[in-house]
Structures are given as structure tokens and as C-alpha cells.
């Protein structure tokens, strides 16, 4: 009989590579989405796994809908990866992204508790909770220094978990995962935002990238990799918490150069701070400017993950390392506006 996983966030990209990742090792997957006027499944579309998973609505913030939902399904195992994950909006809407990414892990656990089926849960937790960083590279046992309500909301869904584990004897364990990104990520990340603009660039359908902090430096990996750690942390034969990182820092601005050259432009910056700007030397033009309306009210100036544990414990490795990554983000964007496709 096959395992049966429950995967909230189904319909985001970590979602849809953890559901193909699973359907290709035998698992029956149920994908939990928010009801509203429309579900948006383009990203499991595009991994063509559409029609393989069961939808079943799922509302994090109603705990009698989790119940249910969870004694409907009975799953082995559950994947908590639905959040308000954009950083910059958790300054904007602090109270919904404290209840989404901090309360929502909670209803799950106690649920899961209640009903004393067994299942093993993973919590996504994440880089930004390290924050003003103690140490460096950051690994499980460095202090935490969140500098953003999403990064404390997600400190309590991923202490909540260990609570659950230590208190009841439960299954239930967290990736610390640092940026993971892929041509499924959303456009309003930092990553996207660069690769999508810099296609519509390069076919004459945007003038110039505006973005914030240029120096900030984060960890960044391939989501399709980082998905397979979730999958083996479910499967020891006791629960442990693990940092998932490529073990490199890069600057936002060398995203932005190797993108720019993948794109076929030769930049170059020049300036300091908001009068910082990338020149593309070929035709002159300024495609990158820094708008300081997308600085945010406390940085995270360097994230730098120690991933040993994860090698030594899981057997994980990363196997696409940071220029692959941006040149696949790059040529799948570059094919979306050449094909007048929607840059979703």
C-alpha cells in the first residue's frame, strides 16, 4: 500500500517540486490550498503532475478545517510549506503573516496530536531567522536573530516544533532552508524579479530593474534540490532539525551580472548607494538602477548556510550549484517572453 503525504502550499513552487519528487516515489498526494475564487495551478502544470494530485481545501487559520481535513486524509506524513513568505510584505501585514507562519504550525501539531495517528510532520522553516547573523556560516546550533515579522513568525513555528517533539514524543522535525529559488519561483522575489525583467529587457518590453540593496549576500540553491532533504528528513528513524544550504554566499548584484550576461548583455556599475546603476556597455543604456523605496526597515546583510550535517546524516547534496541555477531561471524566462507567455 502506498505512503499517503499531505502537502499544504501545494500550489507554490516548493509545493509542486515536493509533489512531483513524491509521486515519482509511489506516494498518493493530497495538496492542501487555500479555498478562493481561484486556485492557481500553474506551477503543477507545468511540472505535469496536475492530474496526479488530490486538492483538498485547506485553511490555515481555521482550526476545525484542519481537523477535518486531517481525519479525512489520514496521511503518513505532512509537509507544512504553505506561508506568507514574502519578506518585504511581512513589514506591511505583520499580524496575517504572525498567524500564517507562526499560529497555522501550531493548529497542525495540535491537530496531529489530537487525532495520535502517528504521522511525521516537516515545518519549513527558514534563513531569515538567523537574521543578524551570530555566526558565520550559520548552522543548527547558531543563535537566532530574526530582523523581520516574517522571520520571528517563522522562529515560532519552527520552536513549536521542536516543543511538540520534546513535549509528546511526536515526529515532527524543520529544515532551516536558506534561499532556494528555480523558474518556478514567484515574481515578487528578488530572484524572479531580476531574470523576468532582464528577459523583458532584452525583447524591448521594459526599460530598466529597480531594486533595493544590491550588497545584500544570501545562500542561494536550486528548489528542486532542496525539496529532496524535506523528503529524507521524514524518513530517519528519529526526528532532527537540519540546515538545508549550498555553503556559498553570493551578492544580489552577481545574480544581476551573471543574469545580464545569460541575457546577452555586458554590464557594468557604477556609483555608490542609491546613485549605484548597471550600464549595459554594448548600447549604453542604464537597465539597473537602485530605488531605495525597496530597501527594507532592518536588513539581513550576509546568510551563509553550513550544510555538513545534512551531507553526513540525510546523504544530501545540492546538485546544481548557483551559476546553473541562474542561467535555467534566465532561459525559461527568456522562453516565456519570446513565446508571449505570462510571466506568472
Known amino acids: 500500500m502506498s505512503r499517503r503525504a499531505l502537502v499544504t502550499g501545494i500550489t507554490g513552487q516548493d509545493g509542486a517540486y515536493l509533489a512531483r ?11 492542501a490550498y487555500r479555498r478562493s475564487a481561484s486556485v492557481n495551478l500553474w506551477r503543477l502544470d507545468e511540472l505535469g503532475v496536475t492530474r496526479d494530485v488530490k486538492l483538498v481545501p485547506f485553511d490555515l487559520i481555521e482550526l476545525s478545517n484542519i481537523q477535518r481535513t486531517l481525519e479525512k486524509v489520514r496521511p503518513d506524513e505532512v509537509y ?11 513589514f506591511e501585514q505583520p499580524l496575517y503573516t504572525a498567524d500564517i507562519d507562526g499560529l497555522a ?3 497542525i501539531l495540535e491537530s496531529l ?19 543578524k547573523v551570530r555566526e558565520i556560516p550559520q548552522r543548527e ?7 523581520s515579522p516574517y522571520g520571528v513568525a517563522k522562529l515560532h513555528g519552527h520552536w513549536i516544533t521542536v516543543n511538540y517533539r520534546e513535549s509528546y514524543g511526536m515526529y515532527a522535525c524543520s529544515g532551516i532552508l536558506f534561499n532556494h529559488e528555480s523558474p518556478l519561483r ?27 540593496n544590491l550588497d545584500a549576500k544570501r545562500d542561494w540553491g536550486f528548489a ?7 523528503h529524507a528528513m521524514l524518513q530517519r528513524d528519529e526526528a532532527e532539525d537540519f540546515v538545508v544550504a549550498s555553503g556559498e554566499t553570493h551578492a544580489v548584484s552577481e545574480f544581476v551580472e551573471r543574469a545580464a550576461e545569460a541575457c546577452g548583455f555586458d554590464l557594468a556599475f557604477e556609483g555608490e548607494d542609491e546613485a549605484r546603476r548597471g550600464i549595459d556597455r554594448r548600447s549604453g543604456r542604464t537597465i539597473v538602477r537602485v530605488n531605495p523605496e525597496f530597501y527594507r526597515p532592518a536588513e539581513v546583510d550576509l546568510l551563509i548556510g553550513d550544510p555538513s550535517a545534512a551531507h553526513a546524516k540525510l546523504g544530501w547534496r545540492p546538485r546544481i550549484g548557483f551559476p546553473e541555477l541562474v542561467e535555467l531561471m534566465v532561459k525559461s524566462d527568456l522562453d516565456r517572453v519570446a513565446a508571449g507567455r505570462p510571466l506568472l
Open 21 to 31: 519528487l513524491l509521486l515519482e516515489r509511489g506516494y498518493e498526494v493530497y495538496g
Open 80 to 90: 507544512n510549506l504553505a506561508a506568507q513568505s514574502f519578506v518585504g510584505l511581512s
Open 105 to 107: 504550525p501550531l493548529r
Open 113 to 131: 496530536r489530537t487525532l495520535g495517528a502517528g504521522t511525521r510532520f516537516y515545518q519549513a522553516s527558514t534563513s531569515e531567522m538567523f537574521g
Open 141 to 147: 546550533t547558531t543563535p537566532f536573530h530574526p530582523r
Open 186 to 212: 514567484g515574481i515578487e522575489f528578488v530572484t524572479r524579479k531580476i531574470t523576468s525583467a532582464l528577459a523583458r529587457i532584452r525583447h524591448g518590453q521594459q526599460d530598466c530593474l529597480e531594486l533595493g
Open 224 to 230: 528542486g534540490d532542496y525539496v529532496e532533504a524535506m
